[in-house]
């Protein structure tokens, strides 16, 4: 029998056992009833007839809902979907009491460390950033601490973080772990079960796929967190559109094919680019020379479509940026397309390597793509 066909005695899919590729296309179809449509439909609603359990279209919508039964199904808890990843993100750290402190990766998402770095700024927060690829010293940093904010891999460097030593250490000592998991997806890295509290995604990204959706989403197994992200998200109005989370749902179907076409063309790139003598270094987890391959390999089903490289000069590296012609010059990341882009060109990249290009792979023809950076990194 069709996966999207098995039901329980409510109505709901019952998921039990079956692969994450399967969930992301069966969770989330509704009732199942005979005549009701495959797709839960779009609701554009402000507010609903009284008597029923939501009266205003802040507090809740069912194309909200169809999407985050199927990604809570794939992370292994409840999930919440909000306006942007930094709206998931605030929320949690709206959560925490004035003065507590955070510990974050120095390299963490641009967006992620601009806001942390403002609520130090104003006292809201005191925030210690560490390179969270060191156990040892981001351990250190959580005494003390109310929540260790993590990326595995992080963005831009890819840097691997030891998820359940990390995990393991922060509950010993009362910290709250979230995990940032936007690039390695539920599909290939599961952080709940590797001990974290929270797992954070812009949803923007891989989840959507397109590049036509702003969306953040964050999943818990506690309940009662759940419940006070969700009064969060009314209260602050960070809420998603109905289309927009209509549109990641649909993305979200295609997420197992897309993911697995754009991985295959990462290593691919990665191990070219590798030999190439106008590359200084390549950054991917896939690499058996990477420093994070190890850990990549022990916790997570794959090594995702991040990829990043350094040439030996700025010039050089703005050059590939600005002669290619088949890959998009471009911020975001995660879509269909693949794109790529000089970060430290960004404020707030002070870290980042002045010649590091991130590339996010998409699904094109390998060889197509390749022709692409090869001739771009041609000396001019």
Not at 238 to 245: D, E
Request: with cysteine.
């Amino acid at each position: 029998m069709p996966a999207a066909h098995l039901r329980s005695l409510d109505g709901s899919a019952d998921l039990r056992g079956l692969d994450p590729a399967t969930v992301a296309i069966t969770a989330g179809r509704g009732s199942g009833e005979p005549g009701a449509p495959m797709n839960v439909p779009v609701h554009l609603t402000s507010m609903y007839t009284a008597g029923g359990d939501v009266g205003y279209a802040r507090e809740g919508n069912p194309s909200w809902t169809a999407l985050e039964e199927a990604l809570g199904a794939l992370e292994g808890g409840t999930a919440l979907v909000f306006a942007s990843g930094m709206g998931a993100a605030t929320a949690v750290f709206e959560q925490l009491d004035v003065g507590a402190v955070v510990v974050a990766p120095a390299d963490a998402y641009t967006g992620t460390r601009g806001y942390l770095e403002d609520a130090d700024a104003r006292g809201r927060l005191r925030v210690r950033l560490v390179d969270v690829a060191d156990t040892d010293a981001t351990l250190a940093a959580c005494e003390g601490a109310a929540l260790l904010w993590a990326e595995s891999p992080t963005n831009p460097l890819l840097a691997v973080a030891d998820l359940p030593a990390l995990a393991a250490g922060a509950r010993a000592g009362g910290t709250v772990l979230v995990v940032d998991n936007t690039f390695a997806t539920p599909l290939l890295q599961r952080p709940l079960e590797l001990g974290a509290d929270l797992v954070v995604h812009s949803a923007t990204k891989f989840i959507a796929g397109h590049s036509d959706v702003l969306l953040g989403a964050v999943v818990t197994a506690d309940a009662d967190r759940a419940a006070r992200l969700a009064d969060r998200r009314t209260m602050l109005g960070a809420v998603p559109g109905p289309l927009a989370a209509y549109l990641a749902l649909r993305g979200l179907r295609t997420l197992p094919v897309r993911l697995e076409r754009a991985q295959s063309n990462a290593a691919e790139l990665a191990r070219r680019l590798d030999d190439h003598p106008a590359v200084r270094r390549v950054r991917y987890p896939g690499l058996p020379s990477d420093p994070g391959h190890g850990r990549a390999a022990a916790q997570m089903r794959g090594f995702g479509a991040m990829l990043a490289f350094e040439t030996a000069t700025v010039a050089a590296a703005d050059r590939v940026c600005e002669r290619v012609r088949l890959l998009t010059h471009a911020t975001s990341l995660g879509g269909v397309e693949t794109t790529l882009e000089r970060r430290r060109r960004h404020p707030n990249e002070e870290l980042t390597p002045p010649t590091l290009v991130r590339v996010s792979v998409g699904c094109e023809d390998v060889d197509d793509l390749w022709s692409d950076l090869r001739q771009a990194l041609e000396p001019a």
